[in-house]
């Protein structure tokens, strides 16, 4: 292979590695021209299989800043750049393997990240994209029923809250004239209580002036005859003779 060959060859794997989302490094040893066809068409158009040379693409994957092992380059190698799902690239290969036991996974890239042959096939268990998209499709299309049933659960709800409210207002408004109904006989009765207090306290005022008076007159009454009796004596006492 001349320079410009390889300069040529080195650029098309390049952009297949910018271009892809996916790449699957695989060892073709033993497998026909028709075999690999075969693995082609069953890969789909948004997959290339190319053979390529291990140093080139050692090179090639530089320039596209992928980072891939040199453990996987070693052999007769085929890289299965994956434009479309990598799930069905996976399957594909997969599945082409079961029936030709020559072609051997060796590992992959995904989105820059370094693949081994054991995740390669656990992407390739994987559901398609579509059954996955038809899947969120359904869970989304399901979700507006099931944010109404949500919304109208705390509305119902709500609307029973407010109705009972308005059956017990009635009987709050009530309740204020109930309570001063029964608070109008306690404070008359206070108010009698009250009275009642002050009409014995004046009468016992009463009452103790009026013993103090009778005291003082029976005292004024029994003074008076003794003032008379000493003045009785004063008179009737002789003068002495004078001498």
């Known amino acids: 292979m001349s320079r410009t060959e390889k300069i040529s060859a080195v650029a098309e794997i390049t952009e297949h590695f910018s271009n892809s989302s996916a790449a699957v490094i695989t060892e073709y040893r033993g497998l026909t021209v028709k ?12 997959t290339t299989y190319a053979v390529v040379k291990n140093t080139l693409t050692k090179r090639a994957a530089a320039d596209a800043g992928v980072s891939i092992s040199e453990d ?34 060796k590992g992959g890239v995904l989105d820059g990240k370094a693949l081994s042959a054991g995740e390669v096939t656990k992407i390739a268990d994987l559901e398609p994209r579509e059954v996955l998209l038809a899947k969120l499709a359904g869970a989304l299309k399901a979700l507006p029923t099931r944010a109404a049933g949500l919304f109208q659960a705390p509305l119902s709800q709500m609307a029973r809250l407010a109705k009972a409210l308005e059956e017990t207002k009635p009987a709050s408004a009530d309740a204020p004239t109930s309570a001063e109904a029964t608070d109008a006989p306690a404070n008359d009765e206070a108010a009698s ?16 002036e009026a013993a103090s008076n009778e005291a003082a007159s029976n005292e004024a009454a029994t003074d008076t ?11 009737e006492t002789p003068a002495e003779p004078a001498e």
């Open 35 to 46: 075999q690999i066809s075969e693995l082609r068409r069953a890969l789909g158009s948004e």
């Open 72 to 105: 996987l380059l070693v052999g007769p190698t085929a890289i299965a750049f994956v434009k479309g799902d990598p799930v069905e690239a996976a399957k594909g290969l997969r599945e082409f393997a079961r029936g030709n036991p020559l072609l051997v996974i």
């Open 193 to 208: 209580n009250e009275a009642a207090s002050n009409e014995a306290a004046s009468n016992e005022a009463a009452s103790n």
């Open 225 to 235: 005859p003794v003032a008379a009796a000493e003045a009785s004596d004063t008179t």
